[in-house]
Nanobody, 128 residues
């Protein structure tokens, strides 16, 4: 499995960005997908996740109502729409995937160790 994150950049506070994660190597529809982020000097933290068919999502409190995770199983892509950005959102954003062949609540896992496959990260910088 290979994950390729893209879409990061420099944005002013209050702006929006959309991140994309391209998935290849296996059947995308069998994978729970998630986004994590890591700011300088901080641990990697959970941002959002989505179940394998896209019907259920889960968010960190810090992004609830501002960020939206989605997936396009036809295009093998996971997306993260980020609105109302603040300087506290500045971080490297990583997409992650975990094989989940059956429907369930795996998407509610927020620990980084629960996801085996990771993309390389894309930098998001929000200026005040």
């Amino acid at each position: 499995v290979q994950l390729q994150a893209s879409g990061g950049g420099l944005m002013q506070a209050g702006g929006s960005l959309k991140l994309s994660c391209a998935f290849s190597g296996r059947t995308f529809g069998s994978y729970t997908m998630a986004w994590f982020r890591q700011a300088p000097g901080k641990e990697r933290e959970f941002v959002a996740s989505i179940n394998r068919i896209g019907g259920s999502t889960y968010y960190a409190d810090s992004v609830q109502g501002r960020f939206t995770i989605s997936r396009d199983n036809a295009k093998n892509a996971a997306l993260l729409q980020m609105n109302s950005l603040t300087p506290e959102d500045t971080a490297v954003y990583y997409c992650a995937g975990q094989f989940t062949p059956f429907d369930g609540n795996y998407y509610r896992n927020t620990g980084a160790s629960r996801y085996i496959y990771w993309g390389q990260g894309t930098q998001v910088t929000v200026s005040s």
